[in-house]
């Protein structure tokens, strides 16, 4: 039997059903024939190519396949991609970023073929499912996007001001006090506003201005809900939208490609530092000999979601208008064609969206806490309010 029939009738067996033990009789037909490693590998970086034109990047698919599998899944997902990566034509850096932040490659451990064949099965069967995606780029953008789109920040460096604010970001994830988390917080949000309003300008006096852009960032179980809504509140901060998908795990933002990024970095670090002050605000309650629940936690990043989200569109507004004080600088009507293509860009994306009730914030105490962590990280100008 050839080692393409082979792998065809073991799809046949286990890739358009559910049952286990036809899973069972596809893996022993590989599992039987070790010359046909090689056509199954090559079916597999298919299923990728296939994913990829269903509008899937790296980072979405080892997202779905660590969501739904396991480790060894992942581990295989990972190795079928960086083989694939050699046949892709360039994406850009967002794309190239990806790549690079894939799974370290560790040595499989030892199995029998059994087993690895039925991991392998399992995994395509996933690939074979994967639903189409919106297109983030400008050539799989509906029509009057424009090439303009997919200009931006290709190829060029990360700017000083990114730099800055990335650093920034992280001394605050890393110290152990309040205070010193919040100065350095809150100057990265003001150093985010003015970079937003820097390309901004520099944009609208450029002979083909860019056109907002789109990417993924996961929203990780536990919590989905609350993080979703922390990334909601940072991107609307920094003049971007949001639309969560649930079911897949992630958010999608619509923004220009500078503030993208400052929403990439600004929803990470404050989760980490949300985290943080979690489980210290839990330790505090468990020593005062209150027993916390998942309701307490659900509640306390509801809170801190809240608070944030007030507190970044205050600062970023105070810098806006600091920028916009400059003679000879109209920026407001900038600033407006720039929502208004966001906001076009997201319907023409999104033409169906809705909205979802907020479930599990009903533990005073986690809200209380959680306000009070989001004043500590705050990235304003004020004070924490008494």
């Not at 046909?36 to 790296?58: H, I, N, Y």
């Not at 490659?105 to 499912?129: C, G, I, M, N």
């Not at 083909?208 to 536990?222: F, S």
């Amino acid at each position: 039997m050839s080692t393409s029939r082979t792998v065809d009738r073991a799809f046949e067996a286990a890739l358009y059903t559910t049952a286990d033990d036809a899973l069972d009789t596809a893996a022993s037909l590989l599992a039987a024939d070790p010359a046909a490693d090689a056509e199954l590998a090559r079916r597999g970086e298919e299923f990728v190519a296939a994913a990829w034109r269903r509008d899937w990047q790296p980072a979405d698919l080892v997202r779905i396949v660590r969501r739904e599998l396991d480790a060894v899944h992942v581990r295989l997902a990972a190795a079928l991609i960086r083989a694939r990566a050699p046949h892709d034509r360039p994406r850009g850096p967002r794309w190239a970023a990806q790549l690079d932040a894939l799974p370290d490659e560790a040595p499989p451990p030892r199995t029998d073929r059994f087993s690895h064949a039925t991991a392998v099965l399992e995994l395509y069967r996933l690939l074979l499912r994967l639903p189409a995606l919106e297109p983030l780029s400008a050539e799989g953008a509906a029509e009057g996007a424009g090439e303009a789109a997919g200009r931006g920040r290709e190829g060029r460096p990360e700017s000083r001001a990114l730099a800055r604010i990335r650093a920034l970001l992280a001394k605050a994830e890393a110290t152990g006090y309040p205070e010193e988390a919040e100065a350095l917080s809150a100057k990265a949000q003001e150093l985010m506003a003015r970079h937003s309003v820097d390309e901004a300008l520099l944009s609208a006096h450029a002979p083909l201005p860019d056109a907002p852009g789109a990417c993924r960032i996961g929203v990780d179980p536990p919590y989905e809900q609350a993080k979703a809504v922390l990334l909601d509140a940072v991107a609307d901060a920094n003049h971007c939208r949001a639309v969560w998908n649930e079911p897949l795990g992630f958010s999608t933002v619509v923004g220009f490609e500078a503030d993208l990024e400052a929403v990439e970095l600004l929803y990470t670090s404050l989760l980490v530092q949300a985290e943080a002050a979690m489980t210290k605000a839990e330790a505090a309650q468990r020593a005062g000999g209150r027993g916390r629940t998942r309701t307490f936690r659900q509640s306390f990043l509801a809170a801190y979601a809240h608070r944030a989200g007030t507190r970044l569109r205050a600062a970023a507004e105070a810098a806006t208008a600091d920028s916009g004080s400059a003679p000879d600088v109209d920026l407001l009507p900038v600033l407006a064609s720039r929502e208004v293509a966001v906001t076009e860009r997201l319907e023409r994306m999104f033409p169906e969206t809705t909205t979802t009730r907020l479930r599990g914030v009903s533990d005073a105490a986690g809200w209380t806490e959680g306000t009070r962590a989001a004043d500590h990280a705050r990235v304003g100008r004020r004070r924490p309010l008494a």
